[in-house]
Nanobody, 134 residues
């Protein structure tokens, strides 16, 4: 049984930083692209960042580029999201997701899908709340 467990959420002031972690089990982690999505109250779930099998291939939403960094540790089956310069609009529930189904060559990298479409990620965590205050 695949499990994705997020941690690290909390309350932070605008301009501050948080680091989210996601521990994965029950899957071949090195063959899973990993992503982070978020959902704010009254809004649809949106893509934040993703990383391919290779730690060198990443993908970011324009709204977080230059502020957030996704990374993975295949030895520990973990993916992290370092969030700096947080803004009020970053307030949301953040979800970790794994993509194991759609294998191919993306941006010259052999991996499973690590794009922006949530429906191509087949495993999801329960989410962790991030609240940014003024």
């Amino acid at each position: 049984q695949v499990q994705l467990v997020e941690s690290g959420g909390g309350l932070v002031q605008a301009g501050g930083s948080l680091r989210l972690s996601c521990a994965a089990s029950g899957l071949t982690f090195s063959r899973a692209a990993m992503g982070w999505f978020r959902q704010a109250p009254g809004k649809e779930r949106e893509f934040v960042a993703a990383i391919s099998w290779s730690v060198t291939s990443t993908n970011y939403a324009d709204s977080v580029k230059g502020r957030f960094t996704i990374s993975r540790d295949n030895a520990k089956n973990m993916v992290a999201l370092q969030m700096n310069s947080l803004k009020l609009e970053d307030t949301a529930v953040y979800y970790c997701a794994a993509s194991t189904k759609y294998y191919g060559t993306y941006d010259g990298t052999e991996t499973t899908y690590y794009g922006t479409e949530a429906n191509k990620y087949n495993f999801w965590g329960q989410g962790t709340q991030v609240t940014v205050s003024s």
